[in-house]
């Protein structure tokens, strides 16, 4: 199966994205791993990439699209694969079309990753990392800590990143509805959006989304 991933930030896609891959047997191709092979192999790719990086300048789409195009080259996709983060707009999603025809292939699924907005606030926004250990996360109010502000595992002081303030969040959803979201009506067209909700327990979300999937397998 051919499947790309779309939803808000907050709704899960990376977890979501490594079950789903690993259920049906096709590589997860995100964007942020496709960045940090290219970068760490020193592509020709990965390092216009890192100039852009180190200029503070956004990565040209043409660089994203070269990445993803050699990654579903490579022969364990030849079968399918389960795209996450790409395409990211609509000039992306016309470009991964044009690589799909020239390999004779298309898509069999776009699943849209539905959550409500203040939901989205919600779950990034009380998200709370400890300063010793970047993997110690803890949520004010799903996984509270016992001591508000200190980390149950190991001490450490819990603090809230820039990325996760409710303002950033925001500005992220905005950015989510401007420029990704036109991606889900270009596919609806195309009679590809499969939409399930993505609230409840991670192994709740996969189920509901193996299933919408074996509906259009
Ligand atoms: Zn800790």
Redesign the pocket.
Known sequence: MRIVLVGPPGAGKGTQAAYLAKNLSIPHISTGDLFRANISQGTQLGQKAQEYMRAGQLVPDEITIGMAKDRMAQPDAEAGFLLDGFPRNLGQAEALDGILRETGTKLDAVLDLEVPEDEVVRRIAGRRM?R??SS?IFHVEYTPPKIEGV?D????ELYQREDDKEETVRKRLEVYHTETEPIIDYYKAQGLVVTISALGKVPEVTKRAMEALGRVA
């Open positions: 400890c010793k250990d110690h980390c595992i190991c001490g450490g």
